[in-house]
Nanobody, 122 residues
């Protein structure tokens, strides 16, 4: 059984930074961050294979967000810099059993955290 617990969300002004954490228990291989704004579909943000050898980002966050993993702590991080108001959403951590493939669609992940709110004010 895989459990994911996110933390680190909050309120920040545009241009600021936040770091999200996702603590995982159980066997996982690939972890991803998704986000969902009110009235919108859940969107892939970033993903990383558990070895850290591969990462993937949605175009809108490239150069601003960085995903990383600390295997010793079973934790994945999403460092978010230069935040924009359009980054406002509930951010979810998700895990899959794929070793090498970073899925970009929600149904490719079998485990989800409870979500953490990120609000960017202008």
């Amino acid at each position: 059984q895989v459990q994911l617990v996110e933390s680190g969300g909050g309120l920040v002004q545009a241009g600021g930074s936040l770091r999200l954490s996702c603590a995982a228990s159980g066997r996982t291989y690939t972890l991803g961050w998704f986000r969902q704004a009110p009235g919108k579909e859940r969107e892939f943000v970033a993903g990383i294979t558990w070895t850290g050898g591969s990462t993937n980002y949605v175009d809108s966050v490239k150069g601003r967000f960085t995903i990383s993993s600390d295997n010793a702590k079973n934790t994945v991080y999403l460092q978010m810099n230069s935040l924009k108001t359009e980054d406002t959403a509930v951010y979810y951590c998700a895990a899959s059993s794929s070793r090498y493939y970073i899925g970009v669609r929600p149904h490719e992940y079998g485990y989800w955290g409870q979500g953490t709110q990120v609000t960017v004010s202008s």
